[in-house]
């Protein structure tokens, strides 16, 4: 997205044209697919949940309780919450929260697990590009914070639509928290099997990537092939959309490890963190992001 709304670019056109929506649908269906696998992967260690596993790490924890303090009986809304584990953690640490993710199959399997562990989360199926279906589903509630965070700015075509449902979600004096990978490591190829840093995407592309799918990222040697498509969003376009809905930006960090495995090559540091080999050139490649909705009159 631009922050000069003077300027035409090919990203500024309407998430609900066929060519977006189609390839939205694409990946709802492969998500659909991803769910089935998910629940049942070692990846994400359901049964270690079930047994009271926190699933925020410390990054994301720090993104929202630096600027909130105490979570517990604050209203927490988990934008593509997938299938709700992030969302019931939150739960579990004292929140009111609610998840939202445009699967039914994820959304459906959250709300069974919630229902089966006794978590007091809700769940509800949206696409959260489109504001006014969110909005009808949380009828009139506002949230404390609005949370989101790995592996989701990718698969939005664009973010002007992504951040106005921020905005409205989100109570005057409300916090917004925004935890993935950095825009500058998605400019690299990621299936190099050798320690190599080499260029393959362009960082101010707007067309979708797509990618043929054998298995999935948490379960990639499973008997499952799919279609994606991604794209790609420079820093311009995640600060400007937040701007333009109206929020501001209060804290920006970024770091040289993720949380899962983006390169093969990365080495898994003591903290479970991932990282660049340390012969090579240590690289952002996840940041934290933090936006307020200010009080009227406040500035």
């Known amino acids: 997205m631009d922050t000069d709304p003077g300027r035409d670019r090919p990203s500024e056109r309407s998430p609900e044209t066929p060519a977006a929506a189609d390839l ?63 969302t019931m953690s939150w739960a579990r640490r004292g929140a009111r929260a609610t998840g939202v993710d445009f699967s039914e199959k994820a959304v459906a399997h959250a709300r069974r697990l919630a229902r089966e562990l006794d978590i007091p989360a809700r769940f509800f199926c949206a696409d959260v590009a489109d504001t006014p279906a969110v909005l009808g589903q949380l009828d009139g509630e506002r949230f404390d914070v609005v949370f989101t965070s790995h592996g989701v700015i990718t698969w939005l075509p664009h973010l002007r639509p992504w951040a106005r449902t921020i905005a409205a979600a989100l109570k005057p004096g409300g916090t917004f928290c925004v935890v993935d990978s950095h825009p500058f490591c998605w400019m690299f190829d990621e299936e190099v099997a050798e320690p190599t840093l080499a260029f393959r995407y362009e960082y101010f592309t707007r067309e979708a990537l797509r990618f043929d799918e054998k298995g999935s990222y948490a379960v990639p040697d499973a008997d499952f092939r799919g279609v994606s498509y991604s794209w790609q969003h420079t820093f311009e376009d995640i600060v400007g959309s937040l701007a333009a809905a109206g929020l501001t930006v209060v804290s920006l960090r970024e770091y040289p490890y993720l949380a899962w495995k983006w390169f093969p090559w990365m080495v898994k540091d003591d903290a479970g963190r991932y990282r660049l080999p340390p012969d090579m050139p240590q690289i952002p490649v996840m940041f934290a992001l933090t936006a307020a909705k200010l009080e009227p009159g406040t500035g």
Do not use: M
């Open 24 to 86: 939205v649908g694409a990946n709802r269906d492969l998500w659909n697919g991803w769910t089935e696998l998910h629940v049942e992967s070692d990846f994400y260690d359901v049964e270690g949940f079930k047994a009271g596993r926190d699933t925020l790490d410390e990054v994301e924890s720090r993104g929202v309780l630096d600027r909130v303090g105490d979570i517990r009986g604050k209203t927490l809304l988990h934008l593509q919450c997938h299938f709700g584990l992030d």
